[in-house]
């Protein structure tokens, strides 16, 4: 029998990345918040690789510690080795990755959401989601009724999830777990417009069966840098990972079992993800490569489990156990897990706001792989945005925004919201127009002041950042008053270096400009220097260095942001504006974009029909019609019981 249990001003339906950032924002912004996950052991879990960060997804960690949430913090408690990638490229696309420890961190996260103060963690499958006047109504598997004011759907790859081995497939969740399959039926009878996805994870093996002489050692950094802002000593390296690759006897394996894959076969209907295929799907894309690099890396300091990295698979378990075999340093390995794909429902992205609230449910919000988005990181930054969004929305506070040019957490969600998806979205360096400057070493300069202005930032960082930011602004006045004069060890540098000595004095600032110098070499010939943290030093040389490049792109961001300046009203109706082509009548229409910088960047959108949207607002503003008014930032009344 149904009874009524409680109300909340933020209900959170589960509790991986996506969820703990939305649930924690919430609550810290003063909201009463509830999260509900199937298995409360399982908060935070890992279900495909044990790490956190990489290219470009190290970027969106950082950007989530800047603003205020957590990710960050507990990676950096639970990391078992950290690399900092593309070290060998420019600034711009140095991003951090960490090894963890999955059931360290799974634990952790846990702890963490049971002492935030004024949130109630639940375990709960929520099998219904029902609108009741300015409410929302969620029903529990054992009949409890919760309603809520706002709603954050993070239900990653549970909702209908569907696991394939082979000819075996079965309705889970990851690692075993029950699928959400009532609640994809509900929100289905929503409206909800949800498509079919898919992703997978590599089998796992026991260490005492790898015989590492046959393997690539691969160390953690000497000198480690921590993801969170506020972690004051270096991560510790506690353990290593290593390489191996497959050969031509493993392909040959896998191309003769081909037919019995389920994604051959044609019995997963779901699209998986570009950017991480199955081995399968990489030994036929990739007809000409003999082999594949695989990284093998641990699951955890109390685990003998040990991650294969790039053997994704739903091929039966006898085919990958015969592949595993042909593997240098795999002969004999012990299988504990197996792979498997796994199928899921999620929503089409262009049904949402730049709030990740949606356009025709008001209060009901998406958030990480249920936008269909790939990655823990990618989950925890939309999770953050929507927990902020929820809480502001319920407090009649006006929505919080990020634009591409101030975070890949903007760039990401405008690529969602603005493009959609076709396959699993993944972050990648690539996508950001503006990656000089959105560099993972700056994300605290800047996002802190907007995690301060929220609400998400104490006092205690709030004045560390100050000073921070402080010495690197006398940090640049000194290096453009210091002179450096010509001498015979420091001409004999430049010449080392590859560059022309001094006939004269110099500017310290025009030598760090130089692309083979740097602090480290200057040193010596700097006695005015201050003893300072490597992260000031390296903000003051990253910005002589680069110094034109981020003047021009500066412009293009001011030019960007002058068409986000200009809002469209939500009431407008295109197919009565005179000289838009059809398909971007039907597509503004669709995605009704909240400014025009948003609609130039939809697909089937061109510069002729942003011209002609552009003389239609001006047109509106010189009646004094509503296309003068800005739907963004203005204040909205708060949702009340």
């Avoid at 913090?73 to 990638?85: E, G, H, P, V, Y």
């Avoid at 504990?336 to 008001?362: G, K």
């Avoid at 002058?562 to 009565?576: F, N, S, T, W």
Wanted: glycine share 8%; charged share 25%.
């Amino acid at each position: 029998m149904e009874y009524y249990a409680d109300t909340f001003d933020v209900a959170v339906i589960g509790a991986g990345h996506a969820g703990i950032e939305a649930a924690l924002a919430a609550a810290r912004l003063g909201c009463r918040t509830v999260v509900f996950t199937i298995n409360l052991d399982w908060v935070g879990n890992m279900a495909c690789n044990p790490s956190i960060g990489g290219t470009s997804k190290g970027h969106l960690v950082r950007e989530i510690d800047a603003l205020g949430g957590e990710m960050g913090r507990a990676a950096d408690a639970n990391t078992l080795q950290s690399r900092m990638l593309n070290v060998g490229k420019g600034p711009a696309v140095h991003s951090l990755r960490a090894q963890i420890d999955r059931r360290a961190y799974t634990a952790d996260m846990k702890h963490r959401l049971e002492r935030q103060e004024g949130l109630f963690l639940k375990q709960a499958e929520i099998v219904s989601l029902k609108r009741e006047s300015r409410l929302w109504a969620l029903k529990t598997r054992l009949e409890a009724i919760y309603r809520a004011k706002t709603v954050i759907l993070a239900t990653g790859t549970f909702l209908a999830g569907r696991v394939y081995v082979g000819d075996c497939s079965y309705a889970s969740g990851p690692d075993g777990m029950f699928p959400a399959t009532d609640l994809a039926a509900s929100l289905r009878e929503l409206g909800v417009p949800t498509r079919r996805f898919k992703t997978g994870t590599p089998p796992r093996v026991n260490r005492r069966s790898v015989d590492f002489a046959q393997l690539e050692p691969q160390p953690g950094d000497a000198r480690t840098v921590p993801f969170s802002f506020s972690t004051n000593e270096p991560v510790e390296n506690k353990a290593l990972c290593y390489i191996t690759y497959t050969n031509t006897q493993t392909k040959q394996i896998i191309l003769e079992n081909l037919h019995r894959s389920p994604l051959y076969g044609g019995k997963i209907e779901g699209v998986g993800p570009r950017y991480c295929p199955s081995i399968e799907d990489k030994i036929v894309r990739f007809a000409d490569k003999e082999r594949h690099q695989i990284f093998i890396e641990p699951c955890g300091a109390q685990t003998e489990e040990l991650y294969l990295q790039g053997l994704s698979s739903s091929l039966p378990e006898d085919v990958q156990l015969d592949f595993l075999h042909s593997i240098p340093g795999l002969t004999h390995c012990e299988v504990m897990r197996p792979a498997y794909a796994i199928e899921y429902d999620c929503v089409d992205p262009l049904a949402l706001r730049p709030t990740l609230e949606f356009l025709d449910l008001e209060g009901l919000y998406g958030a990480g792989q249920f936008n269909g988005s790939s990655g823990y990181e990618e989950a925890a930054a939309q999770g953050l945005v929507a927990g902020i969004n929820a809480a502001r929305k319920v407090q009649g506070k006006s929505p919080f925004v990020l634009d591409r040019a101030s975070s890949y957490i903007g760039t990401l969600i405008d690529d969602l919201v603005t493009k959609g998806c076709s396959d699993p979205y993944r972050m990648m360096t690539s996508r950001s127009e503006y990656r000089l400057i959105l560099r993972q070493d700056n994300a605290d300069l800047r996002l802190t002041p907007l995690g301060y202005e929220l609400g998400l930032i104490d006092e205690t960082r709030w004045q560390r950042f100050l000073q921070k930011r402080a010495l690197i602004e006398q940090e640049q006045k000194r290096a453009a008053q210091t002179i450096l004069p010509p001498s015979d060890p420091l001409n004999a540098l430049l010449v080392s270096r590859e560059t022309s000595p001094l006939k004269s004095g110099v500017r310290l600032c025009e030598l760090l400009k130089r692309p083979q110098l740097n602090y480290t070499l200057l040193a010596p010939f700097d006695p005015g220097r201050p003893s300072l943290p490597d992260e000031i030093l390296e903000q003051v040389e990253i910005g002589l260095k680069y110094e034109g490049y981020i003047k021009r792109q500066q412009a293009q961001i001011d030019e960007m942001r002058r068409l986000e300046g200009k809002a469209i009203p939500e009431e407008i109706h295109y197919q009565d504006i005179t000289g838009l082509r059809k398909e971007a009548q039907e597509k503004l229409q669709r995605i009704r974009p909240e400014n025009v910088g948003q609609a130039s960047r939809i697909s089937g959108v061109s510069p002729a029909d942003i011209s002609v949207l552009l003389i239609y607002l001006a047109a509106g503003q010189k009646r004094g019609g509503s296309a003068a008014n800005n739907a963004i930032g203005k204040e909205v009344p708060p949702h009340e019981d």
